[in-house]
């Protein structure tokens, strides 16, 4: 079950206070219904590539960069973001955010569907984030995982979509959901699981060739 509302206040509270970027980001997001990571979904990002040192990430779906933010802070020496969004308003804003914060360097932004973007790039990525259209989900997956290093691990936001996963509703994101979510811990090529952390998050690592 999802961590009660006292617990999520809790490690919310738990947590050193945001740095001002974040709070604006999170507070324009929040103000104008742009769905953007919970906090505690982004310290999970942070400290997955924290972990993993990935010399190239690929996140589809921007937005204004809150979920980007969390990952640039703690690249690698060298390391890069490729970030896909075919909105360029926002992702213009969110450039202004990274610029901010003193990452802009390591961010690329593809201004293009996320389907059309992730069949151009070559194999070599590290660290995966999915958080765009959830009816393309399936689609996003089955283009990175062939361009997956060994031992690359691929993220994805919103597997419990606020309860209506659980719940059996039949909408169109919903059920691309639910049929993800069965993907995704079966596929025989990954290790994965889903963490109910925020929205809910799968994480799968690539399993040896
Ligand atoms: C949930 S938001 C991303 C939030 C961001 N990851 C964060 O937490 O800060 C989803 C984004 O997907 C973008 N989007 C819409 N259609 C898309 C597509 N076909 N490919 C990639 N991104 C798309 C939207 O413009 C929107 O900004």
Known sequence: MPAAEGDRDYLVG???????VFEDMLAQGRAEGIPIVDPLSGRLLQTLVAALKPRLVVEVGTAIGFSTLWMATVLPEGGRIQTIDPDRK????????WRR???EERIEVINEPGLTA???LEVGIDFAFVDALKTEYAGYLELLLPRMRPGGVIAADNLLWSGRVAAGLEDENTAALRAFNQ???TDPRLHATIVPVG???GIGVMRNP
């Open 118 to 120: 992730l069949s151009r």
């Open 90 to 97: 926002r992702t213009e804003r969110a450039r202004t955010f």
């Open 14 to 20: 738990l947590h050193p206070r945001l740095a001002p």
């Open 199 to 201: 929205d809910g998050i």
């Open 101 to 103: 914060a003193g990452v």
């Open 183 to 185: 993907r995704f811990v």
